[in-house]
């Protein structure tokens, strides 16, 4: 990344923003043309190939996506739920091969045969509507379970804007020192992945000088089979929207940017209105409530590039350069969004802020398990008699997600992979040894992450789940760091030429390709790759040992 870039991208603020011109760009055609990026790369006195470079980084902005018509979701739940090629025999009966294109994932993990169209997402049994969904006759339906088996703190009902805003005015009326320690006492760490404590980032944003600062929501969301964070912006965004202005206040940060994958139409769209609507009620704007604190939002739609949901690649990501991983530190509460003090949070994260206002720190620390405080949700997969999204309090045994909630498999499963493409694969012989809270995971070798939950079906071979595993990271390198971005191909072609030729893997030499992405990466693409082919290698050598000659 390049701090002059920064600076220049910044000029306009969030006013007129680089990457938000480059999407405007490719509506029409699908794709950013050179002369486009040249006109835009003048218009924010940036270089050319700064321009077309990150331009062409994106799966929905780069020339390979030009005259798509309609997107296939090859995400990992879609994948083992072995949908997707029935699904693009069907597409091929309305559209050519040309103007069927890919995208991962939609959030439709629930019931699969996930395909986006016209900026709509269908799944289930859309496919047999397709005409009818083409001539705009039906409506899209998104129907999973909702449920709760300890604290409804997430999940619980919304009592509307004006009864759900008096904690604004509860927040307003205490010290952001008061917040802050109340934040630290509740132990909130982290949902999108690493845990780590929202207090201290604040707490550094706050401390650092600067007249002009930003809370990002990380609404990336971009795990295979983790539809959460969908969750909460389309049906409680109140919640993340009040969670970010309360950030704001404790830190002095007057602008709040939700950054959403380009994936969740629905949610772009259900956040601006709900925004939309607290402007007109006034707990947004200047001097909010009078209490002198002004704050506002803009909502950024993402382009299609799972390093986005990386907080630096996404601060990279919404200035319009390439969404390359920066190195820390600086850390970006202190050179963060333009160069200025940023805090960069989850969705889940940001949510339960407010619950924590009107309820106490004590009261959020009195649940969950040991350093692991509050509730979790779950997002379980079309495998399950009951798919949907779960808030369990953390330390819930996995076996009451699972089996209580989820209702079972709907059929034979081996293992579950949690937490995403870089979250461990589970033998479902391990469901009794684990609860729901980081420390369990972390201590038997796997990883809670953003707790999706994506099975493998008994049938589904471990070794072409390792082969998409490689495949994925490889597409989705920001390429900055050589372990990743060489790593991740290597791994692939090995995998991929042991599956289908004679070839024997070279057990040393594998191990040694997934010891160098682990210990050598930059940021968690590459490091993470290799715990769940650990697993899997562990927990099922016996399927996988006839690819190796040793
Ligand atoms: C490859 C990669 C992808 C990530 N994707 C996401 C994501 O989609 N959403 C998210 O909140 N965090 C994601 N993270 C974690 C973020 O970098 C960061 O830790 C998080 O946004 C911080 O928020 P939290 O402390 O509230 O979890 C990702 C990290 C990596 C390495
Ligand atoms: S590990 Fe991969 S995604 Fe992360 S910085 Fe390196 S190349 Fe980029």
């Known amino acids: 990344m390049s701090k002059n870039l920064s600076e220049l991208s910044g000029r306009k603020g969030l006013r007129e923003n680089l990457f938000e011109e480059l999407g405007v760009a490719a509506s029409q055609t699908g794709a950013v043309s050179k002369e486009q990026a040249s006109a835009l790369a003048d218009e924010f006195l940036m270089g050319k190939a700064n321009v077309y ?29 072995g949908t997707q090629d029935a699904l693009h025999n069907k597409l091929k009966g309305s559209f050519t091969e040309d103007e069927i294109g890919e995208m991962c994932c939609l959030g439709r993990c629930h019931e ?15 496919i047999d509507k397709i005409n009818d969904i083409r001539s705009g006759t039906v409506v899209p339906m998104d129907k999973y379970h909702v449920a709760t088996s300890g604290t409804q703190l997430l999940t619980a009902p919304f009592p509307g804007i004006a009864p759900y805003y008096a904690t604004l005015k509860k927040a307003l009326s205490l010290s952001p020192d008061d917040l802050l320690a109340t934040l630290k006492v509740s132990g909130l760490r982290g949902r999108g992945g690493a845990g780590f404590p ?26 295979p089979g983790a539809y959460s964070d969908r969750y909460l912006l389309e049906e409680r965004p109140h919640s993340v929207l009040l969670g970010m202005i309360i950030a704001g206040y404790i830190t002095g940060a007057g602008h709040g940017v939700v950054y959403i994958r380009g994936e969740y139409p629905e949610a772009v769209a259900i956040t601006q209105a709900a925004i939309d609507d607290i402007r007109t009620a006034g707990y947004i704007g200047d001097n909010i409530l009078g209490s ?11 382009q299609g590039a799972y390093i986005c949901g990386e907080e630096t690649a996404l601060l990279s ?6 969404p390359e991983v920066r190195v820390r530190p600086p850390y970006p509460t202190q050179h963060g969004l333009f160069n200025k003090p940023t805090v ?80 461990g694969l589970v033998p479902v012989s391990k469901i009794d040894d684990l609860t729901v809270d980081f420390e369990s995971f972390s201590q038997a070798g796997f990883l809670l992450g953003h707790a999706s939950v994506v099975c493998l079906p008994q049938e589904y071979p471990v070794i072409r789940y390792v082969e998409h595993l490689f495949r994925f990271t490889a597409h989705e390198s920001c390429g900055k760091c050589f372990p990743c971005r060489l790593g991740s191909t290597r791994g692939y072609e090995m995998v991929d030429k042991a599956i289908n030729t004679d070839y024997k893997m070279d057990r040393v030499l594998f191990t040694d390709l997934i010891t160098t992405m682990e210990i050598g990466s930059l940021c968690a693409l590459g490091g993470g790759l290799p715990l769940p082919i650990r697993n899997a290698l562990q927990y099922f050598n016996e399927e996988l040992k006839q690819y190796f000659e040793n």
């Not at 002198?292 to 993402?302: L, T």
Request: glycine share 14%; aromatic share 10%.
């Open 53 to 81: 470079g990150a331009a062409t980084f994106y799966d929905f902005l780069r020339p390979e996506n030009q005259g798509k018509k309609v997107y296939a979701c090859n995400g990992s739940a879609c994948l083992v739920a």
């Open 112 to 126: 699969n045969s996930a395909f986006h169209y016209a900026g709509r997402n269908y799944s289930g049994a859309d």
């Open 198 to 223: 929202i207090a201290f980032k604040l707490e550094s944003c706050k401390n650092t000088a600067g007249d002009t600062k930003f809370i990002v929501c990380n609404a990336d969301e971009g795990d």
């Open 292 to 302: 002198g604190f002004s704050y506002d939002f803009k909502v950024i739609k993402a």
């Open 317 to 322: 990501s919404i200035e319009g350069q390439r």
């Open 344 to 423: 960069v949070n989850n969705v889940e994260t940001l949510a339960c802020i407010p619950w924590i206002v009107e309820n106490g720190g004590d009261a959020f620390a009195a649940i969950g398990k040991g350093r692991s405080t509050g509730t979790k949700l779950v997002s379980l997969d079309g495998h399950f008699n009951r798919p949907g999204i779960y808030e369990v309090d953390m330390g819930t045994p996995l076996r009451v997600v699972t089996d209580t909630l989820g209702g079972g498999f709907r059929k034979p499963v081996k293992a579950m992979h949690i937490g995403g493409p870089l979250g």
